[in-house]
């Protein structure tokens, strides 16, 4: 089975634009989760969904982030406007509900650099 | 809330060395799951094990151990006769049953094995 895939995995962006990031979660997962990684702040949990609706976005840091997951498929993480501080890496996760004892599998980062 | 602490920042040790990395966390939730994920140089998170709050069961797999003790509240692993492909950033999580499926990290230890 594929796993968890993000794209882009690389991306140079100037202050200022809008940055989308996306992620296909694994096949017949119910859960999905977007998390942000620098080293001042480690691994934090930005938002989560639960069949496609969003269920806690209490780590979003501000207005300028949104996430939407439109379908089962496919989820997007939006900056806009990007600043230099949005710098780190994103990763995208998803995980069965009721399986699997909630674990989540993680896709390989997007590595965002707003310059 | 639920709370991971990850008190080792670096390990370095030689290679064959054992070695543990500690963690401790907080929940008031009586179901949990507690989870270790590796992140390698290369930046990928990799899954290694997933322990419920009711089983106690220590777990051994290949030279990975894992202790779990409710009692302290610590789910700590062990590698035996470490190697230098084991150098990664190591992370402990929590998901509490109640808290949906929210998976929160530890700040993660480092760990650098020398040959």
């Known amino acids: 089975d594929a796993g968890v895939i993000q794209s882009p995995r690389h991306e140079v962006t100037e202050m200022g634009q809008e940055v989308t990031l996306r992620c296909k979660p694994i096949s017949g997962h119910d859960y999905l989760f977007w998390y942000r990684q620098t080293m001042m702040r480690g691994l934090e949990l930005l938002i989560y969904f639960n069949n496609n609706v969003p269920i806690d976005d209490s780590g979003m840091p501000e207005d300028r982030f949104s996430a939407k997951m439109p379908n089962a498929s496919f989820s997007t993480l939006k900056i806009q406007p990007s600043e230099p501080r949005d710098s780190a890496v994103y990763f995208c996760?998803?995980?069965?509900?009721?399986?699997?004892?909630?674990?989540?599998?993680f896709g390989e980062g997007s590595w965002l650099t707003v310059v | 809330a639920q709370k991971v602490t990850q008190a080792q920042t670096e390990i370095s040790v030689v290679e064959k060395e054992d070695v543990t990395l500690d963690c401790v966390y907080e929940?008031?939730?009586?179901?949990?799951?507690l989870f270790w994920y590796k992140q390698p140089p290369s930046g990928e998170l990799v899954f290694l094990i997933r322990r419920n709050s009711f089983d106690e069961q220590n777990e051994i797999s290949g030279r990975y151990s894992w202790n779990f003790q409710k009692s302290t509240s610590s789910f700590n692993f062990t590698i035996t006769a470490s190697q230098v492909v084991d150098s990664a950033v190591y992370f402990c999580?929590?998901?509490?049953?109640?808290?949906?499926?929210?998976?929160?990290f530890g700040a993660g230890t480092r760990l650098f094995v020398k040959a």
């Open positions: 929940t008031r939730d009586t179901t949990y799951y």
């Open positions: 996760a998803s995980g069965p509900w009721g399986r699997q004892g909630n674990t989540i599998y």
């Open positions: 999580a929590l998901s509490e049953a109640t808290g949906g499926f929210k998976t929160i």
